[in-house]
Nanobody, 123 residues
């Protein structure tokens, strides 16, 4: 069974920084894309940043130049370094990984989500 656990959220003043982490555990053979999403109250969940297995990263325009996504393949971990935080960054942040597992002699590739971590940025 695959499990994703996020950490690093919290309350910070505008202009501050936070670093989110997400660790995947279980019978994982390979992790393809790792990503961070966020969802503010009353809004749809949006992709914040994603990094492919070759290290190529993509960001939503609103966080470019402020957030950096990185991955540690040896430890099945993805990070999101968030600098120059703004009140509009306030949201629940979720990690998602597309990964391959082996079960009963069969290979499965699917998306898995973490439980979310709250980021609150005060003015």
């Amino acid at each position: 069974q695959v499990q994703l656990v996020e950490s690093g959220g919290g309350l910070v003043q505008a202009g501050g920084s936070l670093r989110l982490s997400c660790v995947a555990s279980g019978s994982i053979l390979r992790i393809n894309v790792m990503g961070w999403y966020r969802q503010a109250p009353g809004k749809q969940r949006e992709l914040v940043a994603a990094v492919s297995s070759d290290g190529t990263a993509n960001y939503v325009d609103s966080v470019k130049g402020r957030f950096t996504i990185s991955r540690d393949n040896a430890n099945n971990t993805v990070y999101l370094q968030m600098n120059s935080l703004r009140p509009e960054d306030t949201a629940a942040y979720y990690c998602k990984m597309n990964l391959q597992t082996l079960s009963g002699g069969y290979y499965y590739t699917a998306d898995y989500w973490g439980q979310g971590t709250q980021v609150t940025v005060s003015p």
